[in-house]
């Protein structure tokens, strides 16, 4: 038996032990039966202390195997006597066999989605490409082949890794098809491990320098640089420009949190390498430069590391050898051409994301090995059906010119409207789009779970704000099956929550809302909020933040503004942005303001406030108002202002504003008894007082004050302790002349009634020794006129 065996067969009667109890009951006599012949069942008995040789053959049992370090036996035996036995206080367990099988190789997700998988079809496998790996050195591992090393750092003579990111970046090229582990993309490479980073993942230029000579020495094919500095270094530049005048690639990371590329990958003769995710979004770490030539897969990447385990790591470092395994395999595939050349093709065969061409965040595109098929599918014009072979893309014609605006996906089916020369024909939004049949072989389309036979697209549309996947539901998981590149404008069929409904290539398919932007149609009157967003006013031509709009709720429209929706608000018009809304029917919106109008009142919040909609029968709130804008009610109405919101009725709190008077505000309400002042010989004197709760007209506005009518003349009543009213409650109104001949004298301070409620209500105050004129003696009483309304003072308090 071999160790592995023997480790196998311990692990599992170990694992058995865990499990089964002992047995304590006596042996039982062997029916007849039982020696009859019978089939034979593989197991081990495993004995308490020793092996029971008695009980073995008096049941005629044969040993086909034992065990050094255990009382154990493997057996061959009928099933009854299993049942007899296994009473037998001896033996502590009876395990029964089970198969085993050595964990299956994983692949890691960029090798598909850099189409490596198809060159390994083609029989590629980067057999006699030599590629130098410059890091922390390579640990001895079972899942890599290295070909020989050498180390640099002064204190060291051993390549061994002593960090781990050598390991796995060296993993990632040469990781073997072993079954076991992962698959690096040219297992079959030459790898030889340069050591010029130490346990701390940090080295110098000088060794640097020695490393890339003794790769054109040794005439290196490919160099792979996954690390970074920030001088250029003119010799490092010079010996680089060397290496690739003399036929060899050089391979560098652009660096990880930094605003610009780093060194090396900054010079012309290297391969600049960013990252990118498993859904083709460029990394969070990965640099926004013109200086990116290309990304690779670069987040989450599984691959070889220390004590012979494996690691799961992102960052650039780890894109790059996917860069240079791709071009491992496209050499051994093109002998003949060379760096140059090969620099070329990996160019032209790159899949392009973002904005078409190349940008800052991927450089030309996503790097991609090339499949070598025999020969391609030939497609008959009757064919209705396409397979994609590799992820390529959707291209439409605009302005006679064939643009990329998305994409199909590797092993996905398709049908097609028509054949077009060497392309398909297919259904993309209202129109049609072109895929080449390059990257296509027939099909039936039977796998297609989600064909569009019934839904049409409706009147909406939207623009991803990057490049889109869109998803197949209907295995009971999302399944992507197409993309939508930024900026291309795309109808959908319906709105499902936070999921749209489209139509890609003739198949049902769903995008994320929160993705795209909504394109609105000049037509549309309604929007809905995707995420709360502010609400502008134009102020000394800048746009000023004056309140909010919330999410999921529906506003009319005024007009469309450019990027803009103009709503009502105030008296005026506000701004909301389009880029956060989508348009709507509006018919959720329950209040709609079609009648009533703004009061010449206006309010100022005091803080930032919710306005709420009461239609539901509790408080919704819809919109909020900010701290200091002046903004108009409609009325009040207690502890709660009405108010328009963008055309909808909405409510305030009263005591989260501060009432706002302006000229042509015509009442006025107390919040506290205050005193009524008049001019006399130039100064402020008290003559009266005003109530609580009471309401007032006024002449006119005053700068702090309120001017009002007091006896023939004018008092003042300071705006304090006052806020704007309506003079809804005033029913004790004087309509008749304006000034009266005859005065009395109140010898106390006192109250002036208002009886129209039916009882006799104080709504202010005459002081004493003031003189006041009186409109009418009706017996105890006397009528006057105070601040423009009517009222009452008993006789017997004046002279």
Same mark, same amino acid.
């Given at each position: 038996?071999?160790?592995?065996?023997?480790?196998?067969?311990?692990?599992?009667?170990?694992?058995?032990?865990?499990?089964?109890?002992?047995?304590?009951?006596?042996?039982?006599?062997?029916?007849?039966?039982?020696?009859?012949?019978?089939?034979?069942?593989?197991?081990?008995?495993?004995?308490?202390?020793?092996?029971?040789?008695?009980?073995?053959?008096?049941?005629?049992?044969?040993?086909?195997?034992?065990?050094?370090?255990?009382?154990?036996?493997?057996?061959?035996?009928?099933?009854?006597?299993?049942?007899?036995?296994?009473?037998?206080?001896?033996?502590? +367990?009876?395990?029964?066999?089970?198969?085993?099988?050595?964990?299956?190789?994983?692949?890691?997700?960029?090798?598909?989605?850099?189409?490596?998988?198809?060159?390994?079809?083609?029989?590629?496998?980067?057999?006699?490409?030599?590629?130098?790996?410059?890091?922390?050195?390579?640990?001895?591992?079972?899942?890599? +082949?290295?070909?020989?090393?050498?180390?640099?750092?002064?204190?060291?003579?051993?390549?061994?890794?002593?960090?781990?990111?050598?390991?796995?970046?060296?993993?990632?090229?040469?990781?073997?098809?072993?079954?076991?582990?992962?698959?690096?993309?040219?297992?079959?490479? +030459?790898?030889?491990?340069?050591?010029?980073?130490?346990?701390?993942?940090?080295?110098?230029?000088?060794?640097?320098?020695?490393?890339?000579?003794?790769?054109?020495? /040794?005439?290196?094919?490919?160099?792979?640089?996954?690390?970074?500095?920030?001088?250029?270094?003119?010799? *490092?530049?010079?010996?680089?420009? =060397?290496?690739?005048?003399?036929?060899?690639?050089?391979?560098?990371?652009?660096?990880?949190?930094?605003?610009?590329?780093?060194?090396?990958?900054?010079?012309?003769?290297? &391969?600049?390498?960013?990252?990118?995710?498993?859904?083709?979004?460029?990394?969070?770490?990965?640099?926004?430069?013109?200086?990116?030539?290309?990304?690779?897969?670069?987040?989450?990447?599984?691959?070889?590391?220390?004590?012979?385990?494996? !690691?799961?790591?992102?960052?650039?470092?780890?894109?790059?050898?996917?860069?240079?395994?791709?071009?491992?395999?496209?050499?051994?595939?093109?002998?003949?051409?060379?760096?140059?050349?090969?620099?070329?093709?990996?160019?032209?065969?790159?899949? #392009?994301?973002?904005?078409?061409?190349? #940008?800052?965040?991927?450089?030309?595109?996503?790097?991609?090995?090339?499949?070598?098929?025999?020969?391609?599918?030939?497609?008959?014009?009757?064919?209705?059906?396409?397979?994609?072979?590799?992820?390529?893309?959707?291209?439409?014609?605009?302005?006679?010119?064939?643009?990329?605006?998305?994409?199909? #996906?590797?092993?996905?089916?398709?049908?097609? *409207?028509?054949?077009?020369?060497?392309?398909?024909? &297919?259904?993309?939004?209202?129109?049609?789009?072109?895929?080449?049949?390059?990257?296509?072989?027939?099909?039936?389309?039977?796998?297609?779970?989600?064909?569009?036979?019934?839904?049409?697209?409706?009147?909406?549309?939207?623009?991803?704000?990057? /490049?889109?996947?869109?998803?197949?539901?209907? !295995?009971?998981?999302?399944?992507?099956?197409?993309?939508?590149?930024?900026?291309?404008?795309?109808?959908?069929?319906? #709105?499902?929550?936070?999921?749209?409904?489209?139509?890609?290539?003739?198949?049902?398919?769903?995008?994320?809302?929160?993705?795209?932007?909504?394109?609105?149609?000049?037509?549309?009157?309604?929007?809905?909020?995707?995420?709360?967003?502010?609400?502008?006013?134009?102020?000394?031509?800048?746009?000023?933040?004056?309140?909010?709009?919330?999410?999921?709720?529906?506003?009319?429209?005024?007009?469309?503004?450019?990027?803009?929706?103009?709503?009502?608000?105030? /008296?005026?018009?506000?701004?909301?942005?389009?880029?956060?809304?989508?348009?709507?029917?509006?018919?959720?919106?329950?209040?709609?303001?079609?009648?009533?109008?703004? !009061?010449?009142?206006?309010?100022?919040?005091?803080?930032?406030?919710?306005?709420?909609?009461?239609?539901?029968?509790?408080?919704?709130?819809?919109?909020?108002?900010?701290?200091?804008?002046?903004?108009?009610?409609?009325?009040? $109405?207690?502890?709660?202002?009405?108010?328009?919101?963008?055309?909808?009725?909405?409510?305030?709190?009263?005591?989260?504003?501060?009432?706002?008077?302006?000229?042509?505000?015509?009442?006025?309400?107390?919040?506290?008894?205050?005193?009524?002042?008049?001019?006399?010989?130039?100064?402020?004197?008290?003559?009266?007082?005003?109530?609580?709760?009471?309401?007032?007209?006024?002449?006119?506005?005053?700068?702090?004050?309120?001017?009002?009518?007091?006896?023939?003349?004018?008092?003042?009543?300071?705006?304090?302790?006052?806020?704007?009213?309506?003079?809804?409650?005033?029913?004790?109104?004087?309509?008749?002349?304006?000034?009266?001949?005859?005065?009395?004298?109140?010898?106390?301070?006192?109250?002036?009634?208002?009886?129209?409620?039916?009882?006799?209500?104080?709504?202010?105050?005459?002081? =004493?020794?003031?003189?006041?004129? $009186?409109?009418?003696?009706?017996?105890?009483?006397?009528?006057?006129?105070?601040?423009?309304?009517?009222?009452?003072? /008993?006789?017997?308090?004046?002279?």
């Amino acid at each position: 038996m071999t160790m592995l065996k023997k480790l196998v067969a311990i692990s599992i009667l170990i694992f058995c032990l865990m499990i089964n109890g002992e047995t304590k009951f006596a042996n039982e006599v062997i029916d007849e039966a039982l020696t009859k012949e019978q089939e034979l069942i593989p197991i081990t008995i495993l004995f308490k202390d020793q092996i029971n040789e008695q009980l073995l053959t008096s049941y005629s049992i044969k040993v086909e195997r034992s065990y050094d370090f255990l009382p154990a036996v493997t057996v061959m035996v009928p099933k009854p006597i299993i049942d007899v036995i296994k009473v037998n206080e001896s033996i502590q +367990n009876i395990i029964y066999e089970q198969p085993i099988k050595v964990l299956s190789q994983v692949e890691d997700w960029g090798i598909s989605k850099t189409r490596v998988n198809k060159t390994w079809e083609a029989g590629y496998t980067g057999q006699g490409i030599d590629v130098a790996v410059l890091d922390t050195g390579v640990s001895t591992h079972s899942d890599l +082949n290295i070909k020989g090393g050498v180390s640099f750092l002064e204190n060291s003579t051993s390549y061994h890794d002593d960090n781990g990111h050598g390991t796995h970046v060296t993993g990632i090229i040469n990781a073997q098809n072993n079954t076991i582990g992962t698959r690096g993309v040219a297992p079959n490479a +030459n790898v030889y491990s340069l050591k010029i980073l130490d346990s701390q993942g940090y080295g110098t230029t000088f060794d640097l320098a020695a490393a890339i000579e003794w790769s054109i020495q /040794n005439k290196m094919d490919i160099i792979n640089l996954s690390f970074g500095y920030l001088n250029e270094d003119p010799v *490092i530049k010079e010996l680089l420009d =060397t290496a690739y005048n003399n036929g060899i690639l050089v391979v560098a990371a652009a660096g990880n949190n930094v605003e610009e590329v780093m060194y090396p990958a900054r010079h012309a003769s290297v &391969i600049s390498v960013g990252a990118v995710d498993e859904m083709n979004l460029k990394a969070d770490f990965s640099p926004t430069s013109n200086e990116i030539e290309l990304v690779a897969p670069g987040v989450g990447i599984i691959s070889t590391y220390l004590n012979n385990e494996y !690691s799961i790591i992102s960052g650039t470092s780890m894109a790059t050898p996917y860069v240079t395994g791709i071009l491992a395999l496209l050499k051994e595939a093109n002998p003949t051409l060379g760096a140059v050349e090969l620099r070329s093709l990996l160019q032209k065969t790159v899949l #392009d994301l973002g904005v078409p061409g190349k #940008d800052q965040e991927f450089g030309l595109g996503l790097a991609q090995s090339l499949d070598f098929p025999d020969q391609h599918s030939v497609f008959n014009p009757s064919d209705k059906y396409f397979k994609a072979i590799a992820r390529t893309a959707i291209y439409v014609k605009i302005n006679d010119k064939l643009v990329r605006s998305g994409a199909v #996906d590797d092993n996905q089916e398709y049908p097609r *409207i028509r054949d077009y020369g060497d392309w398909h024909e &297919i259904k993309f939004g209202n129109g049609v789009g072109y895929v080449k049949k390059e990257y296509t072989r027939q099909t039936s389309g039977e796998n297609i779970k989600n064909l569009n036979t019934t839904f049409k697209n409706s009147s909406l549309k939207i623009i991803p704000n990057k /490049n889109i996947a869109v998803y197949d539901n209907t !295995s009971g998981r999302l399944v992507q099956f197409g993309s939508l590149y930024k900026g291309v404008e795309y109808p959908i069929i319906s #709105d499902i929550g936070a999921w749209l409904r489209v139509d890609l290539s003739g198949r049902i398919g769903f995008i994320k809302e929160s993705d795209v932007k909504y394109v609105f149609p000049s037509t549309a009157k309604y929007f809905e909020v995707l995420t709360r967003t502010a609400i502008y006013e134009k102020k000394d031509n800048q746009l000023v933040r004056v309140g909010a709009v919330d999410a999921g709720q529906e506003y009319p429209i005024i007009r469309h503004y450019g990027n803009w929706l103009e709503i009502k608000f105030g /008296n005026g018009i506000g701004y909301v942005n389009k880029l956060y809304t989508k348009p709507s029917s509006g018919s959720r919106i329950k209040n709609l303001n079609t009648t009533i109008k703004n !009061s010449k009142v206006f309010v100022s919040p005091l803080v930032n406030i919710a306005v709420y909609d009461n239609t539901s029968g509790s408080l919704v709130q819809y919109a909020s108002l900010y701290k200091g804008v002046k903004y108009p009610i409609i009325n009040d $109405i207690g502890s709660w202002l009405r108010v328009d919101v963008a055309g909808r009725i909405g409510f305030i709190r009263e005591k989260d504003v501060q009432q706002v008077f302006t000229s042509d505000v015509l009442f006025f309400e107390v919040n506290t008894r205050t005193a009524v002042y008049q001019k006399i010989n130039g100064s402020l004197i008290r003559v009266g007082a005003v109530d609580a709760g009471q309401e007032y007209p006024r002449i006119r506005d005053y700068g702090s004050w309120h001017e009002v009518k007091f006896g023939n003349g004018v008092g003042y009543v300071k705006k304090e302790y006052t806020k704007p009213s309506f003079g809804t409650n005033i029913n004790n109104l004087n309509t008749g002349p304006s000034t009266y001949t005859k005065l009395v004298n109140p010898v106390v301070n006192i109250a002036v009634y208002d009886n129209t409620s039916g009882s006799l209500v104080q709504f202010g105050s005459l002081y =004493t020794g003031f003189p006041y004129p $009186i409109i009418q003696d009706i017996g105890s009483w006397l009528r006057i006129d105070l601040f423009g309304r009517v009222g009452y003072i /008993n006789e017997k308090f004046v002279k």
